[in-house]
């Protein structure tokens, strides 16, 4: 089982949504200077919230691994990540690992990027594409992804591992059979490393996680 889903929180109510989020999760929304991030923040947990109410879960305890990493400690066999940016929050429940990444598309990202901290490999094929930042942001995402699934977040190296992007998404050597889905939204790119196929993105109005 997997759930793919996102919500554009620009018009979030942050006043409704503050009291409908956890304690701890306040605090973290506390912790933002500006309104943006405040909403972002809120959003995720909110579209969390919603996606484990759909699989009966409304008592979710949350810990955090070693390397950063939420989990809910009281209900077996749900996992779960998110990510923001922009105006977006995304967020996937699975009943195996499970990590995800969106991205805003800034067509002026420094490419250099790539090509000091990304393989080889990932490096020349987002050179040779006529679209370098679309590019860019497909690797990014995915090997984000990856990385989220791992569990160990950035402290797994970005050129330790290589992304091949061909008909089949797939990690050079690869001993876990891992799926990588793509999605574009927009101005958006998502990337996902399961151990599903995701065949559907849910888009959420943001007045549905009230």
């Not at 195996?96 to 090509?115: K, P, R």
């Not at 950035?154 to 992304?163: G, H, Q, R, V």
């Not at 999605?183 to 990337?191: C, L, P, R």
Request: negative net charge; glycine residues 4%; charged residues 30%.
């Amino acid at each position: 089982m997997i759930k793919l889903a996102y919500c554009n929180v620009e018009n979030l109510d942050l006043g409704k949504a503050y009291y409908l989020v956890s304690k701890n999760r306040q605090e973290k929304i506390d912790f933002y200077r500006f309104e943006k991030d405040k909403k972002l923040s809120a959003g995720a947990y909110l579209l969390l919230k919603k996606l484990l109410s759909e699989e009966n879960i409304t008592d979710p305890s949350f810990k955090t691994g070693k390397y950063g990493k939420s989990y809910i400690s009281n209900h077996e066999n749900i996992y779960f990540n998110l990510s923001h940016s922009g105006k977006v929050v995304l967020c996937a429940i699975s009943d195996m690992e499970v990590g995800v990444d969106v991205e805003y598309i800034d067509h002026e990202i420094d490419l250099n990027i790539a090509q000091n901290y990304f393989y080889n490999r990932e490096y020349e094929n987002i050179m040779n594409a006529e679209n370098r930042p679309d590019e860019f942001f497909k690797y990014w995402v995915l090997k984000e992804s990856y990385m989220k699934y791992t569990g160990f977040g950035m402290n797994l190296k970005l050129d330790s591992f290589e992304i091949v992007i061909e008909d089949k998404i797939r990690l050079r050597k690869d001993n876990e059979n891992l799926k990588f889905n793509l999605f574009n939204v927009k101005n958006y790119k998502i990337g996902t490393a399961s151990h599903y196929d995701v065949s559907q993105l849910i888009e959420y109005d943001v007045g549905e996680l009230y």
